[in-house]
Every structure is written in C-alpha cells, then in structure tokens.
C-alpha cells in the first residue's frame, strides 16, 4: 500500500481500518493565507520580560476594562509561578490589533523547562525575542533561539528594559548578531527586524533614545504584522489539527490545545484520533463535543463558523488525548509529525515517606496515590519521565534539570503528599564504548573583587573557562563548561563565596566523555543519634561543631541530619541531651549564651545539600534531611564494608 504524504513531504504508514481504506480524493495544491491572523511566541532568557510584555499588549489591544483591576504578570496564573518570579508553563493568548487576530504564547525563560518552549513553537509561525538591553544574550538565549531557528521561523529581535541606568543597547546588538552567527542562522533568519521596548511602561520605538517619547507599543505590533507570515494552507486539504497542549476544565474535563494545520471543523463534527506512538494502530473516531477559541484571557465558543487553518483552539470531548497526538479528516487521516523534546539530563528518586514520622503532616501518604499522581505529570509534561525502580513504592523520575523536578516535588507537597526524594543524579549514555555525561554551559556575573575565587571553584569542578569580558562597571562575566553534576550545590556556593552577589545561568550544551569524580560538597552532617525532642542545652553545644538546620522543641529521629558539620566527615550527634539539675542555681549561668537561629533550607537549597547516602524528607509542613540507612550501626558497617572493599582494591 503506497505511503501518506504528510506535512512536511515525511511518509509514514497509512492508517487503514479493518475494511479496504478508500482510495485517496483528489485535492487542490493552491495554497492559501489566513491574511486575519498572526500566530507568534515570545521567548527569552528568564527575567527579560516575556510575560511583562505580554501584559502590555493585552492593556492596549482593549482586553481590559478602563477601571478593571488587573495584576502585574497575568499570565503566570499559578502560585509558583507568582512566587518564584518565572514562568513554568507556556499558556496562549490573543488580542485584536486592527482587523488581525494575534495568538501570543508565552513560554518559559528556563532551560529546565525546554519541553514547554518546544512544543509552543509547533504552534507558532514567527517568534519574539526578548534580550534584556544591560544584560544581553545569557544561555537560555540561545537555547530558546537555537530551538526558533531549528523550527525555520523568523525572529523579530526586541532589546527590552532600555531605560535601565546600565543599559547598552548597541553591544547587545552585536552580541545578538554574534549568537545568530554562533547558532548558524542563514542568510535570511540573520535579516531580522529590531524594535527597542520598554515592556513596563508599554512603549516601542525603533530607536532606543525614541523610546521615552513613544506613545504605545503600535511599532511593534505594525513589525509583527509585517515580517511574522501569516498561516498557510492548501485548499480543500482534509482536515489536520496537532495537539501541543493540555489543559482542564471542571466542566467538560480534558482539553486538548490545537493548532489547526489543514482544514476547517466545528463544534459537533466527528474526527480521526491519531495517536502519535500507535503508528500501527486504526485511528478512532471522536466527536468534538465543545471547540473553543481565545479571546484574550478568556476561551470562548467558537461560533457556528467553527475554526480554520492557523486557528489556536481547545477541543472537548476526548478524554486521553495526549501532546503529540493528531485529529485529523475520518474520510482521509493523515497524521502531523508529533512533537518532540530533547532528551532528560537530570533524575532523583521519587517514593512514599519511609521516615519514623511518616503519616503526621500529609494526607497522601500510600504509594498508589504516589504513582497516580507521578502518571498524570507525564500527561502534561512532554519533558518529564517516570520509571520504575528495585523498590515498588519508588520510582524514577527524570527531567530536564534540578529545577523542573524541584517544581514537580514542591507541587506535590502543596497537593498534600508526603514524600522521600533522593539526591539528583545526572544520566549518563555509552558513545562508542565511553561513557558520556551531559555538560552545561554556564554563564557568570560576578564582582571582579571575587574573579579568583570563583575562578578556583569552578576549576576544582572540572569547569571550563571559555570566555570572560569586564564591562568596565567592576563586574566581569565569565563563560564556562562545566559536568551538571558539578552544578548540584554550587549556586549556594557561590553566594557564600561571593556574598550574595554571584549570578548564575546555564543551559544544556551537549555530552562529553566521563570527567571523573567531582567532590561537589566539602562538610559533612551532623547526624541524630536518637529519637526525641531537641533541647536548647544540646544545641548549644552543637552549634559550634557547624551550622543547625533545627531549633529546639523539634522532633528527630536516629539518622536525621540535624545540620552541616565544620569537617568533612559525619558525625552523630544527641540533639536532645538535657542539662542534669542540681540544687545550685545562678540567675547568670547562661545569660552570655545565646542560641543562634537555625539554617532553614527550601527545597532547592535540601536537594542541592544532599550526598549519596542522604535523601529528603517532603511533607506539606516539612523538608528534613535524613540519611538513606537510619540506624546508626547499620551505616557503621556500611562505612566499614567500603573501607575493606577498598582496601582490597588497592591491595590487588
């Protein structure tokens, strides 16, 4: 039977039904433009100002009422993302400029978050970049712009926050012309337009010193219309819908997030569900029950008129539709090619809560539940996978990076589960007999006060400088190679080191052979001997053997890391010890002793703390750091297992 053709000229195998399939219709090639709408996502480094800018494209285009209230960064609609100051999914709007529809999709700043930039740019026909005009292209930069350039769209290049006091909008220029040289853009994507902007105040020009003086963002949106295609299509081709998204609704339950391709439908239609790994699969057939289009933060009907080519619209009706899948014509189902995402560099260890207080502080406690939820991620997480372990109450999970898996964690702790989470660890892959493990390329702004000190960091974690410029201002940046394991801890590190002033960003840069072993932390633990309840009289005594991560009054138990030691080594420690009484009493005897208060560590900093023999413990009240194996003789063997095995080693 002869191949299908696809979009993009791919063949695959038809899909046929039980029945003779019928013979393909004979269709028009001439293709057509949705003149009346523009399709874009706006992507950029973390805190260049996507969503701020989205914000004010929403203010002008009318999508608000004159006296409506209306909170900064609307499109971050998760407490998470409000928190944290970034965005972890890529949603999508519209608003109307003139006659034109404008779908914006927001994505992620953060590498970690890669799967959301990819499978929003499916949707798209040009992008935005944002640069920050003081900091200029960081790594995310050219994650997200190597991601537009691989997809072949036209960039329309916006130098944001130019009325900053440090602002240099030229070097950034040439520092953008130099990324798109460095991604090996051609001889057309390197022609891009640029637009300075102020995203705040809602002004563009196409000047910087224009921008005070600009009434609105009218420029930008007038460069978008301009050099931004409008979406193509054939005429008469059957139907083609690719779903990029998911989402939810209390009424009508899964959406699937579409971008239609080929083709018209409307509300009640019966459609081919292809699914994107069931190549040898029939399609089924599904009816869509509701088909929703977007009007600035707000779905609405499609309307009789249903949605055509180039149209971003949510379907109901297909409860397990999964990202990747296509909906296509029943009388001719040609399959999109689904999305995919680059692979997993990161995974730690997902389980129930095994520790002596389990079951105290959460509501979700069994591993059926654990597992439920781990599933549904992977529903709506094209970057995240899960896979079993030697153990049936835990589980793998791996992601793009530490971040992403913290956010997954932190999620599921608000959601009221308790959990035992393990160190992350980096995956490896064999090339040619070698082991290889993922290296990242990391970009530093530092004071040059602290340039050797953090120079030796770096070195000592197997680091590669690359490149290092002064901008003249005290502050130099540094351009580095480094193993992702030797990232683990590091950002707390560098704070200490640089007091607070170090900024770090990296991204995925590819694989290298194996570098060895790296020694990410220096101290080790202080370790809990006993269960009970912490006292003061203890702990003043253990606050100068290193740092506390507990006050007194609080719950341990034998083999909990009650704080970080002064030496490399652990040490167990009784946190509970009370002072013996006497019948001599002194209202002074501890009047120049003061407890200092203890170390309290989020979730990030506990993951980044970790050593292989530790995990963390994760209630919705708590994080407690423990080790793997509780009793302490159990670890003592351990210890004295590795020394033998080693000494053999070295004996052989």
């Known amino acids: 039977m002869p191949p299908c053709t696809v979009a993009g000229g791919k063949p695959v195998a038809c899909y046929q039904a039980r029945a003779p399939a019928p013979p393909t219709p004979a269709y028009t090639t001439r293709t057509m433009q949705r003149a009346d709408i523009r399709n874009i996502a706006i992507v950029a480094h973390v805190d260049h100002g996507k969503t701020t800018l989205v914000d004010a494209m929403l203010r002008q285009s009318g999508a608000f009422r004159a006296n409506e209230e209306v909170a900064e960064r609307v499109m971050d609609s998760t407490d998470l993302e409000r928190e944290k100051g970034i965005t972890i999914l890529a949603k999508n709007t519209a608003v109307r400029y003139g006659d034109l529809t404008v779908n914006i999709v927001d994505t992620p700043g953060h590498a970690d978050f890669g799967g959301e930039v990819e499978r929003a740019l499916t949707m798209v026909d040009g992008v935005l970049l944002l640069v920050d005009a003081s900091e200029g292209p960081l790594p995310q930069t050219r994650f997200v712009l190597r991601k537009s350039l691989e997809a072949g769209l036209p960039v329309v290049v916006v130098v944001n926050k130019v009325d900053r006091s440090d602002a240099r909008p030229a070097e950034v220029l040439d520092a953008v012309y130099d990324l798109f040289i460095d991604l090996g853009a051609d001889e057309h994507q390197i022609e ?15 000047t910087p010193e224009e921008v005070p003086d600009a009434p609105d963002l009218k420029i930008l949106f007038d460069l978008l219309v301009e ?213 990242e390329r990391v970009s530093l702004d530092i004071p040059e006060e602290h340039l050797g000190t953090v120079t030796q960091l770096l070195a000592s974690r197997r680091g590669r400088m690359e490149h290092i410029v002064s901008h003249g201002t005290g502050w130099a940046r540094t351009d580095w190679l480094v193993p992702s394991r030797a990232l683990i801890g590091l950002r707390s590190q560098l704070l200490t080191d640089t ?154």
């Open 499 to 652: 007091k607070g002033t170090a900024q770090l960003h990296h991204v995925l840069d590819g694989w290298e052979p194996w570098f060895g072993e790296i020694r990410t932390r220096q101290n080790g633990s202080l370790v809990a001997d006993r269960r009970g309840k912490t006292a003061t009289y203890a702990l003043l005594n253990l606050q100068e053997r290193g740092t506390l991560f507990i006050g007194p009054g609080e719950e341990v138990y034998e083999g909990m890391v009650v704080g970080e030691n002064a030496r490399r080594e652990d040490m167990d420690v009784n946190p509970t010890k009370e002072r013996k009484l006497t019948n001599m009493r002194s209202s002074t005897a501890e009047e120049l002793v003061r407890l200092s208060p203890p170390s309290t560590l989020s979730l990030e900093q506990a993951l980044e703390f970790l050593r292989e023999d530790e995990c963390a413990e994760v209630t919705p009240v708590s994080v407690r750091l423990r080790k793997v194996v509780l009793p302490q003789a159990d670890r003592a063997r351990q210890r004295s297992r590795a020394r033998d095995q080693e000494a053999s080693l070295v004996g052989d």
């Open 192 to 206: 891009f337009p640029v637009v300075y902007c102020n995203a705040r105040t809602g002004q563009a020009a196409l």
């Open 227 to 439: 050099h931004i295609p409008a979406p193509s299509y054939v005429e008469d081709h059957p139907f083609q819908a690719l779903v990029a998204n998911l989402d939810a609704s209390p009424y009508v339950g899964r959406l699937a997030i579409c971008r239609i391709h080929q083709g018209w439908v409307r509300k009640g239609d019966t459609v081919a569900w292809c699914r994107q790994f069931a190549t040898d699969e029939a399609p089924q057939r599904a009816r869509i029950a509701e088909l929703y289009k977007t009007k600035a933060l707000q779905r609405v009907d499609a309307g009789p008129q249903g949605a055509g080519p180039g149209d971003i619209v949510a379907i109901a009706g297909i409860p397990d539709i999964m990202i990747g899948d296509t909906l296509a014509d029943p009388a001719d189902p040609r399959p999109l090619p689904g999305v995919r995402v680059d692979e997993p560099a990161i995974s730690m260890t997902i389980g129930i809560n095994t520790a002596p207080l389990a079951g105290t502080e959460g509501s979700k406690v069994t591993a059926r539940l654990v597992k439920g939820r781990l599933d549904a991620e992977t529903v709506g997480n094209v970057s995240v996978r899960v896979m079993p372990t030697e153990r049936p109450d835990t589980w793998e999970v791996q992601g793009r990076g530490e971040l992403a898996l913290a956010i997954l964690v932190e999620l599921m702790r608000r959601e009221g589960f308790e959990l035992t989470v393990g160190k992350p660890q980096v995956l490896t892959k064999v090339v040619d007999g070698k082991l290889y493990e993922p290296v």
